[in-house]
């Protein structure tokens, strides 16, 4: 992948091999935010520990989150629209860092029921400032991705970008559980583990759940360092801050003003706005689904991420691939097919039935192995299934970001990397209140998930009216 004398999609000379690594690392440096904050570790302590209430806990955890979505689909585009005007993207993400590292720290200070530290309003806004500076950094991130390739090397270079971001997250993983969670439970001996969780963590006071957010942002500190040294940036154009606003602002009316030049990508948009809820929902109610189908605890929860890491990394490469080979379009096409494959399966199978029709007895059928995890065939199977989905998942992650870099007008890339950003968040209860009716219609938790489906078909079908091709300059 050396872009060294390549052309980018946009005309530029494209960043060579060290610069295109760089841009994708800091995929690496943001995944354990992702994996240890917003997912897998310091959510759950949030509801059930900090405030002491898992459904009024979850309740508030998705009050900031629903929050943050409104403000993002309001900002997002106009502040694209401005740094288009100013010209460098580096410098807003490293403004955006600088307030996510702080905040990632702060986290350290969320006690066992907000006594003795931080309020739970407090922990709240820290909360909704990540989310909001994750999605804006994603954003600016994005939008750096056409000028950095040819446009034949987008695609290897966006799923490469997603596979190192899950590589950071299965090594986040590793480290949480086998260095403070397993040691924290105690319920098993592996000579191999140490005796205390790391640095002397004391789980009483669950420091093991609290020491997610500083990890969380040393490790960004860290891992942000390449991009900034070895990836090119556009040039400054020397236009003032005010009048970014103000040209930024007329940009977006223009935009709004001209709405039917640029249908195909407002069609693409609806399309994914469709499908990307109903993955994200897959991906935050598997977990949910696992513990109150199988009972899973927390370290079960986290063996199942970290067993899905490695496809969601080479579901990054196999999507780049797919892109590069056979369009984005069909790339996308392909893995929401196998995505609702792999739903299908995932839920089929309980711990009393196989593929909705073969029945499963567990004490006849006796345990799989004499590890204490995942000891019955109908884990094994969703487990599987969770493999097909992590790289179908992350390969249309990495091609729908293709796809915008492809059809996008050029002088506006920052802009209608807001909208897309716009698409990711604003409607993001789709996918939840899709699991919720259901589920509450039908009294059944594998209905309510499988529910997601729909939610894919319908982008499944908008995608057939996406035509693959760059939109006209908005002048």
Avoid at 153 to 176: C, D, E, F, H, Q
Avoid at 223 to 229: A, R
Avoid at 367 to 372: A, M, N, S, T
Wanted: with cysteine; glycine share 10%.
């Amino acid at each position: 992948m050396n872009g060294a004398r390549e052309i980018s999609s946009t005309g530029e000379v494209a960043a060579n091999l060290r610069g295109q690594v760089s841009w994708a690392l800091f995929e690496f440096a943001r995944s354990p935010y992702v994996s240890l904050v917003f997912v897998f570790v310091f959510a759950p302590y949030f509801a059930t520990t900090v405030v002491g209430d898992p459904v009024r806990g979850q309740g508030l955890w998705g009050l900031a989150n629903t929050l943050v979505g409104i403000f993002i689909g309001i900002v997002a585009p106009i502040l694209g629209a401005i740094s288009d005007r100013m010209g460098r993207r580096k410098t807003w993400i490293a403004g955006i860092v600088a307030i996510m590292v702080p905040c990632c720290f702060a986290l350290w200070f969320a006690m066992p029921g907000a006594v003795g530290g931080l309020p739970v309003p407090a922990i709240m806004v820290l909360v909704a400032a990540l989310l909001a500076c994750f999605m804006f950094s994603e954003m600016f991130h994005n939008a750096m991705l056409p000028s950095l390739a040819a446009a034949d090397r987008i695609g290897r270079l966006s799923g490469m970008g997603i596979s190192i971001g899950n590589g950071g997250t299965l090594l986040a993983l590793i480290i949480m559980l086998f260095g403070v969670a397993l040691p924290a439970s105690g319920l098993v001996d592996w000579a191999f583990l140490p005796e205390r969780p790391l640095f002397g963590l004391d789980p009483e006071t669950h420091e093991h759940n609290r020491i997610a957010g500083p990890i969380a942002g040393l490790w960004l500190t860290i891992f942000i360092i390449p991009m900034l040294l070895w990836t090119p940036d556009r040039p400054s154009t020397g236009v003032s801050l005010k009048q970014a606003v103000g040209e930024g602002l007329g940009k977006v009316w223009v935009t709004i003003k001209r709405v039917r030049q640029v249908r195909n990508v407002g069609l693409y948009l609806l399309a994914r706005m469709f499908y990307n809820d109903g993955k994200v929902a897959i991906l935050a109610y598997s977990g949910i689904y696992a513990v109150g189908t199988f009972k899973w605890e927390l370290v079960e929860i986290l063996i199942f991420a970290i067993v899905l890491a490695p496809f969601s990394i080479s579901g990054g490469l196999v999507g780049g691939w797919l892109d590069d080979k056979f369009g984005s379009k069909r790339a996308i096409l392909i893995t929401i097919g196998g995505t609702c494959i792999g739903m299908l399966g995932a839920v089929s199978c309980n711990p009393t039935g196989l593929f909705f029709f073969i029945p499963y007895d567990a004490a006849v059928a006796g345990p799989i192995w004499g590890l204490p995890y995942f000891q019955t065939l109908p884990e094994i199977i969703y487990i599987i299934m969770f493999m097909l989905l992590a790289a179908t998942i992350t390969a249309a992650f990495a091609s729908s970001r293709s796809m915008m870099a492809r059809i996008s007008p050029v002088s506006n890339m920052n802009q209608f990397f807001g909208l897309y950003a716009l698409s990711g968040t604003a409607t993001a209860f789709l996918g939840h209140g899709t699991v919720t009716f259901f589920t509450a219609v039908f009294d059944s938790q594998a209905i309510g998930f499988a529910s997601v489906i729909i939610l894919l078909a319908a982008g499944l079908v908008l995608m057939h009216w996406v035509r693959e091709e760059r939109a006209d300059e908005i002048e």
